[in-house]
Antibody, heavy 117, light 105 residues
Framework: EVQLLESGGGLVQPGGSLRLSCAAS????????MSWVRQAPGKGLEWVST???????YYEDSVKGRFTISRDNSKNTLYLQMNSLRAEDTAVYYC???????????WGQGTLVTVSS | IQLTQSPSSLSASVGDRVTITCRAS??????LAWYQQNPGKAPKLLIY???TLQSGVPSRFSGSGSGTDFTLTISSLQPEDFATYYC????????FGGGTKVEIK
């Protein structure tokens, strides 16, 4: 059974940092491109970042320079380091597997990040 | 690449045929996926590569289109289909459409 379990969300003040983790199981993590997608309360889905199997990283413009996606293949874990957080980063953050052409087929349950003073 | 979904919401009855459109601001080589999301849940992949049904998804769901104009069709709406639907392009930096909420009439 495929599982993506996010952790690390919570309440943080503006300007603060958080690191999200996503533990993967049930599929071959090392050969999978992985992404973070977020959803602000009551809003639509927003792609945040993707990390391909060859280590190439892609970021949405509003998080470029503030967020860093990384992975530890020995632990089957994906990370998102989030710095200089802003109120508009408040959202549920989903970890997901992205298949080139094939869409995003596996999703975690999401972890809520709230940026507020 | 901007994706424009229409309508943003619709009301329909069980058994109705429902069509949702997604227009891209430029050609996306059919690298388009459709998702269903229920409140408080993660999205679920329905269709990829514009028209390929994801394994396990009921055949009443279908996708079509090419270039910049795409369509998701539900041939006979079922009670479990009342949800919000999103399109996503994967031709370049991924992006999502704004969503279509399908409500009970």
């Amino acid at each position: 059974e495929v599982q993506l379990l996010e952790s690390g969300g919570g309440l943080v003040q503006p300007g603060g940092s958080l690191r999200l983790s996503c533990a993967a199981s049930g599929f071959t993590f090392t050969t999978s491109a992985m992404s973070w997608v977020r959803q602000a309360p009551g809003k639509g889905l927003e792609w945040v970042s993707t990390l391909t199997t060859d280590g190439t990283t892609y970021y949405e413009d509003s998080v470029k320079g503030r967020f860093t996606i990384s992975r530890d293949n020995s632990k089957n874990t994906l990370y998102l380091q989030m710095n200089s957080l802003r109120a508009e980063d408040t959202a549920v953050y989903y970890c997901a597997r992205t298949v080139p052409v094939g869409g995003t087929d596996f999703w975690g349950q999401g972890t809520l990040v709230t940026v507020s003073s | 690449i901007q994706l424009t979904q229409s309508p943003s919401s619709l009301s329909a009855s069980v058994g109705d045929r429902v069509t949702i459109t997604c227009r891209a601001s430029q050609g996306i080589n059919n690298y388009l996926a459709w998702y269903q999301q229920n409140p408080g849940k993660a999205p679920k992949l329905l269709i990829y590569a514009a028209s390929t049904l994801q394994s396990g998804v009921p055949s009443r769901f279908s996708g079509s289109g090419s270039g910049t104009d795409f369509t998701l069709t539900i041939s006979s709406l079922q009670p479990e289909d009342f949800a919000t639907y999103y399109c996503q392009q994967l031709n370049s930096y991924p992006s999502f459409g704004g969503g279509t909420k399908v409500e009970i009439k």
